[in-house]
T-cell receptor, first 119, second 114 residues
Framework: GAVVSQHPSWVICKSGTSVKIECRSL??????MFWYRQFPKQSLMLMAT?????????EQGVEKDKFLINHASLTLSTLTVTSAHPEDSSFYIC???????????????FGPGTRLTVL | GDSVTQMEGPVTLSEEAFLTINCTYT??????LFWYVQYPGEGLQLLLK?????DKGSNKGFEATYRKETTSFHLEKGSVQVSDSAVYFC?????????????FGTGTLLAVQP
């Protein structure tokens, strides 16, 4: 089946530093990837849609200058949390939509997530 | 806007009990509906889906029927196992815009005891 990886699986950083999280589709091409944030005991909140070769589309309330997204190839999207602060600590999850599938059935494949802790 | 409402957990059952997790949705148009499962320490996995009214999605003994008249997509399993313990998310596919994004419910934790 389709596999999506994320790296790193967890990261601890100091306040004010930047952290980059990678999302890769391992056996399929993904023009579109999604970045979510999951708080404890809460649902996934879509942060942005990453489009290969173009700018990401951010959801309302998400700071595009703080959460930089780059989708440079059909198998890789990166999320950079700039000048991280403790309130950015969360579980970040990416998903990828297989380009070979019909949009109307839209199966997204999810990565295992990255736990970010900002001290 | 579109939304998904799930029953709150946790749901605690004994092995071989019957499971129902309720899910209702609000949407314009005709979304696809999904159930995703998140096992401890793992990423979300698609459990089943239905793309139009009256469709029944099924997988691993779980099933859910797309009910347009009641805007529901309840998850059921006749006999749960300890290995079914996980968080279950109901979601709808919002295809009204360019992003074609998924909208998730809050998730329901299922704990199955031996």
């Amino acid at each position: 089946g389709a596999v999506v990886s994320q790296h790193p699986s967890w990261v601890i950083c100091k306040s004010g530093t930047s952290v980059k999280i990678e999302c890769r589709s391992l056996d399929f091409q993904a023009t579109t990837m999604f970045w979510y944030r999951q708080f404890p005991k809460q649902s996934l909140m879509l942060m942005a849609t990453s489009n290969e070769g173009s700018k990401a589309t951010y959801e309302q309330g998400v700071e595009k200058d703080k959460f930089l997204i780059n989708h440079a190839s059909l198998t890789l999207s990166t999320l950079t949390v700039t000048s991280a602060h403790p309130e950015d600590s969360s579980f970040y999850i990416c998903s990828a939509r297989d380009d070979s599938g019909a949009i109307s059935t839209d199966t997204q494949y999810f990565g295992p997530g990255t736990r970010l802790t900002v001290l | 806007g579109d939304s998904v409402t799930q029953m709150e957990g946790p749901v605690t059952l004994s092995e071989e009990a019957f499971l129902t997790i309720n899910c209702t949705y609000t949407a314009t148009g005709y979304p696809s509906l999904f159930w995703y499962v998140q096992y401890p320490g793992e990423g979300l996995q698609l459990l089943l889906k239905a793309t139009k009214a009256d469709d029944k999605g099924s997988n691993k003994g779980f099933e859910a029927t797309y009910r347009k008249e009641t805007t529901s997509f309840h998850l059921e399993k006749g006999s749960v196992q300890v290995s079914d313990s996980a968080v279950y998310f109901c979601a709808l596919g919002d295809y009204g815009g360019a992003t074609n994004k998924l909208i998730f419910g809050t998730g329901t934790l299922l704990a199955v005891q031996p």
